[in-house]
């Protein structure tokens, strides 16, 4: 049988969940505060902890800071009035479980005890287990570069939980696939999962996509219908550009995540629903609120874990193996099979990528629609592509030590390894400028200045020949 620990300095709060579960079959210990707390937790093993935040002498937040340390595998959930939401999230920024708000329904109470029992059985005891770079790739996801192998971690550690999860990015860097990573990684994983882009449906539409109508409820309503909360129940819904929600939706979403319940247009009665909430935006989400064109207590609700996605020209390592993805995506259409050739591997490093991954999986399509044969050259990929690589004052890094990167570089930081391609590239320029620093700057289309801080010590003193 399950067992929880329940901690409140409120006799009648301790009572009442602990009578609430025993009718459950789930087995509790009561602790008055976090020190009988921590006494509990060295006699024997739990489940789930429930703490309440606001306690003396040791707060709920004490505790699970120091639960963290020493039992670091227990789903931990905060109980916290309205004042102290901040705390509850911050919490679960460090890694709580979920938290509920007083007073809270006994449905949801249950609905997430149940849910962090679950959650110990599946990956408790994983806890101790070395992660592996294997364990950080996901289907669909490529990260070769740090910053994506940093987001798959947190991915990795936040899917198999119920927390509300905002994925920020500029547009096309991927954030409906990592959506689904967290959702094929979770214990919803054989249930719905449904993706609505936000901006595309008409305001005076969005209620009734969302949350569905019953017949007669306005002009045009000839038939029940089904929201898209209705048809993700039990699984997962992807709230992709999520700053399009009207201020007057944003207070009901706010609603439906509190009470995990909600209402047709028209109908009278409300209906229960258990699902996962995954939000996105290609704009910083606080700073929307900061100019009142979002909701702050919705943002706190949305973005209790918060992904952030390199653009792809932060992600130089990931745009080979993403090349090599998308022509595998050809392949499996029945469109062939196609290589990259050195020149055109070489313009795809150079280009600056503003559209991200999408521009890149467009620019393989093209290439491979004009393809006779089965080596994709430069001349196959988009003009503005090539024009652009061509321009492009940035240092180019081959292909061919990009690929080499993984071998020679395998003990490497990236920064480490384009600081070393930086540093060959400049002295490819100072030769042909014939050591002139002034002329060399020009041709980097950088201040003298500058090249003088990124030159060795040694050589970045004047010479005469920079005077000519």
Request: glycine share 4%; hydrophobic share 40%; with cysteine.
């Amino acid at each position: 049988m399950p067992s929880v620990l329940i901690v409140d300095d409120e006799p009648r709060i301790l009572t009442l969940l602990s009578s609430l579960l025993k009718t459950n079959a789930i087995e509790s210990v009561s602790a008055r505060d976090g020190t009988q707390a921590l006494k509990a937790l060295t006699e024997q093993t739990f489940d789930c902890i429930v703490s309440d935040i606001r306690m003396s002498p040791m707060d709920g937040m004490e505790l699970f800071r120091k639960v963290c340390v020493a039992n670091p595998d227990i789903p931990f959930v905060m109980l916290t009035a309205y004042g102290t939401v901040e705390s509850a999230i911050e919490a679960m920024r460090l890694g709580a479980f979920d938290y509920l708000t007083k007073p809270f329904k006994i449905d949801d109470f249950l609905t997430v005890i149940r849910r962090a029992i679950a959650y110990k059985s599946v990956v408790g005891n994983q806890a101790q287990v070395p992660i592996t770079a294997e364990q950080t790739r996901f289907e669909h996801v490529i990260a070769e570069s740090d910053p994506m192998k940093k987001a798959c971690e947190v991915v990795r550690r936040v899917a198999p939980t119920d927390a509300t999860v905002l994925i920020e990015g500029e547009s096309g860097t991927g954030k409906e696939v990592i959506a689904r990573a967290l959702h094929e990684n979770s214990l919803r994983k054989d249930k719905p999962f449904i993706a609505v882009n936000c901006a595309a449906i008409p305001e005076n539409l969005m209620e009734s996509e969302m949350f569905g109508h019953i017949r007669g409820s306005f002009t045009g309503a000839t038939t029940d219908k089904m929201g898209l909360f209705e048809a993700a129940n039990g699984g997962t819904l992807f709230l992709d550009e999520v700053t399009s929600l009207p201020l007057a939706l944003q207070g009901k979403l706010l609603r439906v995540l509190q009470e995990q319940e909600i209402r047709r247009v028209g109908a009278t009665a409300s209906m229960k629903v258990d699902v996962r909430v995954l939000a996105a935006s290609n704009a910083k989400l606080e700073e929307k609120v900061k100019k009142n064109a979002f909701r702050q207590d919705l943002y706190y609700r949305i973005a209790v874990i918060t992904i952030d996605l390199p653009p792809l020209r932060e992600r130089i390592a990931d745009i080979l193996p993403l090349a090599r993805h998308f022509l595998s995506c050809e392949t499996i259409r029945g469109r062939g099979e196609h290589r990259l050739s050195r020149e055109a591997a070489d313009i795809l490093i150079r280009h600056v990528w503003p559209g991200n991954v999408r521009e890149l999986e467009n620019a393989i399509r093209h290439a491979v629609t004009f393809a006779d044969g089965d080596e994709i050259t430069q001349d196959l990929l988009p003009p503005r592509i090539v024009s652009s690589a061509a321009s492009n004052p940035t240092p180019a890094i081959a292909a061919s030590e990009v690929e080499a990167a993984s071998d020679c570089y395998r003990n490497q930081s990236l920064r480490a390894f384009l600081r070393e391609k930086e540093k060959e590239y400049l002295e490819q320029i100072l030769s042909k400028s014939n050591g002139n620093k002034e002329k060399a700057a020009k041709a980097l289309k950088i201040s003298l200045a500058t090249l003088y801080r990124k030159l060795p010590e040694g050589e970045a003193s004047p010479s005469v020949d920079d005077q000519e």
